[in-house]
């Protein structure tokens, strides 16, 4: 049975950094891409970053330099740094696998000016 459990979120200050965590189960995680996205209100969810098999992460533009993606394949989980961050990086963020229907409950991040 295919698990995302992501946790890491909170309220933070303008400036201020949280690095989101997402443990999956049931997947080949090694061989796996998965993706961190986001939903603020009344927004579609976009896709803020990507870790591929051979590693080459990709960027939402607005978070370029400020976050960062990796996996531990030893720990089955894909983390999200976030730096700097910004009132407008406020969301509920979700770990999904790519190519798959899977996604996890996601968790609020919420940044106050």
């Known amino acids: 049975q295919v698990q995302l459990v992501e946790s890491g979120g909170g309220s933070v200050q303008a400036g201020e950094s949280l690095r989101l965590s997402c443990v999956a189960s049931g997947v080949p995680f090694s061989i796996s891409t998965f993706g961190w996205y986001r939903q603020a209100p009344g927004k579609q969810r976009e896709l803020v970053a990507s870790?591929?098999?051979?590693?080459?992460?990709t960027y939402l533009d607005s978070v370029k330099d400020r976050f960062t993606i990796s996996k531990h394949n030893a720990k089955n989980t894909v983390y999200l740094q976030m730096n700097t961050l910004k009132p407008e990086d406020t969301a509920v963020y979700y770990c999904r696998w790519e190519l798959s229907h899977y996604w996890g409950q996601g968790t609020q991040v919420t940044v106050s000016s």
């Open positions: 870790i591929p098999r051979g590693g080459d992460t």
